[in-house]
């Protein structure tokens, strides 16, 4: 599938914004999906998954109780909701996605910029 993120911007800290990550592909619908993030001089990190159906999320630690990850299958869709920002938050957010016969993440998009201020 390919991957196109969007929803990133400014936001405030304490405040929300919403990612979103459409795909193409009729395949979708069988595919792993994460959504990770990259903060200026630091490595690529895990922040969110979903399984195939949106019955099971995982989420990093810091992220938990703030984001939530979702997907609609009919619309090719993967969203991150992002409440209670933090200023480090701030980061590139790419999604990504993990074929039902891939041990790791074979598609990503392009990324999207979250910047939290003060």
């Known amino acids: 599938v390919q991957l196109q993120a969007s929803g990133g911007g400014l936001g405030q800290a304490g405040g929300s914004l919403r990612l979103s990550c459409a795909a193409s592909g009729r395949t979708f619908s069988s595919y792993y999906m994460g959504w990770f993030r990259q903060a200026p001089g630091k490595e690529r990190e895990f922040v969110a998954a979903?399984?195939?159906?949106?019955?099971?999320?995982y989420y990093f630690d810091s992220v938990k109780g703030r984001f939530s990850i979702s997907r609609d299958n009919a619309k090719n869709m993967v969203y991150l909701q992002m409440n209670s920002l933090k200023l480090e938050d701030t980061a590139v957010y790419y999604c990504?996605?993990?074929?039902?016969?891939?041990?790791?993440?074979?598609?990503w998009g392009q990324g999207t910029q979250v910047t939290v201020s003060s």
């Open positions: 990504a996605g993990k074929g039902p016969k891939s041990d790791n993440y074979d598609s």
């Open positions: 979903i399984d195939w159906s949106g019955g099971r999320t």
